[in-house]
């Protein structure tokens, strides 16, 4: 058991909702600041530079390694992780944004929960850096994504530490389900199951699958939405649905209980239900569940039978530790949803400055985050694809491009430009592309589906069952070569 300052364990106590208040990440940016200037580290400008060293990290070799760490230090560690990453991958390229926007969730989860008796799964598992940092793998890192190195990805052989293997979106909640079933099953001495979602890819339908499935089974688990507001890569293109995040569940979580009335009004009530017989309380906490729902419209997630907590600054580890602590002691087996809010790129200017927050990065200078590219002037086949969509666009008014959340890696950002209104970026919904298009030919649109060929797979049936079998004319366009 881990326990934090006794400044913490009242909090922990408290009936208060002030640690479920909506997040005011920009708070969490000055503390990072203050951190990075006490040690006379410059984070405000280039040349940018991170700590001389790293006592903190240097004594983690495994997660057990935390749990006599304070809250201070788990700061502290937040900082050491952040740049350690930065230097890492600077050197080796591989998926930065993601992980640098997870390093305080990554810290408190080590921290509060057991791995590997307790399960972390990582969707996607792009952001795993950290992880993986955390769970003895820190000095293979110049070995990242290399023959015989380590994976960009987690991957059950590579390490105990990894629960499940993945590089494709939406499959953690199904993963966690699945092992909760099978803790309880076999009687198992804790079952804690806790799925990491993002907010791109909880827009694939095997989420809400999953989602729909465990709330009706009731089983014990743990959903973290790391909600970032980056649906697609780049967040921004231009496309028929304007240029927000591809997603309507993105700007519905942006919405999601922060009325300061209903906030005052709860905490009042459950202070209040304190006092009261448990029988009077089980009644009262059915009417605060009502009064959520007329006052917020309810929650997507509540309705699927998740208990919702959120949102919260997912970089403040004074809120998260304890809240992460409570749910893990909770004697319920309601499904948990956790709503936090990052920066994704947190704590590296280049990073959030730059349209696709420097997501998938070669080598780069540290101090300036200029990336080192090839001096080529030959065109690049996604380019060429673009490019020739917008000629047969311009000829053609039935032509329409369609892409599942990559459209910066397909070239539907450069005919999105062009189109906008001919463009279609369906969130990580491979499937529901390929069959949307399906429709379209029907109508005598001609849809151009350009998709990354390892993310095809998801909609292989589709291709055969919508489009083959019936012989419509869909282009099926793929980008890149392999499979994961």
């Known amino acids: 058991m881990k326990f934090l300052s006794a400044a ?30 006490a040690e006379g580290i410059n984070i405000s400008g280039p040349p940018y530079s991170g700590p001389a060293s790293k006592p903190i990290l240097e004594s983690i070799n495994t997660p057990s390694d935390m749990n006599s760490l304070s809250l201070r230090e788990l700061k ?47 969707d996607v598992s792009h952001q795993c850096y950290p992880h993986k940092m955390l769970t003895g793998r820190r000095e293979r890192f110049d070995g990242l994504r290399k023959l015989g190195g380590i994976s960009g990805f987690c991957k059950r052989k590579e390490s105990e530490y990894d ?47 999953a989602m729909n499935s465990a709330g009706y089974l009731k089983n014990r688990m743990i959903v973290v939405l790391n909600d970032n507001g980056q649906v697609s890569l780049p967040t921004g293109t231009p496309s028929a649905g304007g240029t927000v995040p591809a997603s309507q569940l993105s700007a519905y979580t942006s919405n999601l209980l922060v009325s ?28 605060d569940e009502y009064a959520r729902g007329i006052i917020s419209g309810g929650t997507l997630f509540e309705e699927l039978g998740f208990y ?5 600054d997912g970089h403040d580890l004074d809120n998260m530790v304890p809240i992460l602590e409570k749910l893990r002691d909770s004697e319920s087996n309601k499904p948990v949803l956790l709503h936090i809010k990052t920066n994704k790129g947190y704590g590296y200017p280049p990073a959030e400055a730059a349209s696709d927050k420097m997501h998938g990065v070669g080598k780069f200078d540290l101090g300036t985050g200029v990336q080192q590219k090839s001096t080529s002037t030959a065109p690049t086949m996604t380019s060429i694809f673009a490019n020739s969509l917008i000629d047969a666009a311009t000829e053609d ?38 069959t949307m298009a399906a429709g379209m030919a029907c109508e005598g649109l001609k849809p151009f589906v350009s998709i990354y060929s390892t993310f095809m797979q998801r ?26």
Request: proline share 5%.
């Open 308 to 312: 919702y907590v959120g949102p919260i």
């Open 397 to 434: 008014r039935a032509v329409v491009g369609i892409t599942a959340a990559m459209p910066g890696g397909t070239g539907m950002d450069i005919f999105g430009r062009r189109f906008p209104k001919r463009t279609f970026d369906v969130g990580i919904a491979e499937q529901h592309a390929v």
């Open 459 to 484: 909609a292989y049936d589709q291709v055969i069952h919508d489009v083959a079998i019936q012989n419509l004319p869909v282009r099926l366009i793929m980008d890149r070569a392999g499979l994961v």
């Open 8 to 37: 913490a364990a009242v909090l922990l106590a408290s009936p208060s909702v002030n640690a479920f208040a909506p997040p005011s990440i920009a708070t969490s940016h000055n503390v990072l600041r203050k951190t990075a200037l």
């Open 260 to 287: 300061k009335p209903f906030q005052d009004f709860r905490d009042f009530a459950k202070s209040f239900n304190r006092l009261l017989p448990e029988n009077i309380q089980d009644v009262n906490k059915r009417f």
């Open 163 to 209: 629960s499940f293997g993945a590089g494709h979106s939406s499959t953690s909640i199904s993963v966690a389900q699945g092992m909760s079933i099978g803790k309880s099953m076999l009687n198992k001495r804790t079952n804690n199951c806790i799925a990491v979602i993002g907010d791109g890819a909880i827009t694939g339908g095997m989420a809400y699958e």
């Open 76 to 122: 502290q560690l937040s900082h050491e992780l952040r740049w350690e990453v930065l230097e890492a991958v600077s050197k080796t390229g591989g998926h930065l944004s993601s992980s640098l926007g997870v390093i305080e969730l990554t810290v408190a989860l080590h921290y509060v929960f057991d791995m590997p008796i307790d399960q972390i799964i990582w």
